[in-house]
């Protein structure tokens, strides 16, 4: 995969070259590039952005410096995120999708966004994705996108150390719609808190009817917007006890 981040803030995306994900850039497994947006502003101030069109408080980034960028840095057959909290909601399903592409391009937008005209233009010739991690308001998109970034590399062979937690996280395929049960390491005893004895059986046919039950008991009390998603058909009689 290959990975692109304008922003005019590059500095900002420097935890990429952190931990599984560096090495894996480090490696070559992926290719990342971070390019200061102000290389494709052309007055002697380098500006990127100007006042909004209809009045309003804020500044909006220009499309001409913007369409410059992107018309370098995205080529047809990439896709072209752009975090924003007006976007569609990122998940672990978008995730997934975004993993299976070949070339990311991450367009970081700060005051109050790109011109509009920037994504209709770019849409012209690649698929563009304005997406939000949530429903809150940073001062740019850098931080969503290493977000979406990490949540979307994790799931790439090879990047992520053990491949099996891919899939048993929370949200993962594994436990499709459920958070994810606690989890226990050693110590035994721990300032008077106990592993659950179930952990320490070996009978894993409990040990796995415990966890799906921690798990619907934990999404039933943190996230019961998820529990009325659940297909009721994926639940037995005993998910139902719960
Ligand atoms: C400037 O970007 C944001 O504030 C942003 C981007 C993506 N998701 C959000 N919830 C906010």
Redesign the pocket.
């Known amino acids: 995969m290959r990975l692109d981040v304008v922003s005019i803030f590059p500095e900002y995306l420097a935890p990429l070259r952190q931990s599984l994900l560096g090495r894996a850039v480090a490696d070559g497994r992926i290719q990342l590039e971070v390019h200061d947006l102000r290389r494709w502003a052309t007055d002697r101030h380098r500006s990127v952005d100007d006042t909004p069109y209809g009045g309003g408080a804020g500044m909006v980034m220009r499309p001409d410096v913007w369409a410059a960028a992107l018309d370098d840095v995205a080529p047809a057959g990439a896709t072209v995120v752009v975090?924003?909290?007006a976007?569609h909601p990122?998940s672990q399903a978008t995730a997934a999708d975004l993993a299976r592409r070949e070339h990311l391009v991450f367009a970081?937008?700060?005051y109050e966004?790109l011109d509009q005209r920037v994504v209709l233009d770019a849409a012209r010739r690649v698929e563009v994705l304005e997406?939000?991690?949530?429903?809150?308001?940073?001062?740019?998109?850098e931080?969503?996108a290493l977000?979406v970034i990490e949540a979307v590399t994790r799931l790439l062979p090879g990047v992520l150390g053990n491949p099996e937690s891919a899939v048993t996280d929370s949200f993962g395929e594994g436990s499709p719609g459920l958070l994810e049960h606690p989890a226990y390491t050693r110590p035994v005893e721990f300032r008077g808190l106990a592993v659950p004895p179930v952990l320490l059986s070996g009978n894993h046919a409990a040990i796995a009817r415990w966890r799906r039950d921690e798990s619907l008991r934990r999404t039933a009390r943190r996230r019961p917007d998820l529990v009325a998603r659940l297909d009721p058909a994926t639940l037995d009689a005993a998910d139902r006890a719960v």
């Open positions: 975090p924003t909290p976007g990122f970081c937008g700060r966004g997406l939000s991690i949530g429903d809150y308001v940073l001062a740019g998109g931080v969503a977000v």
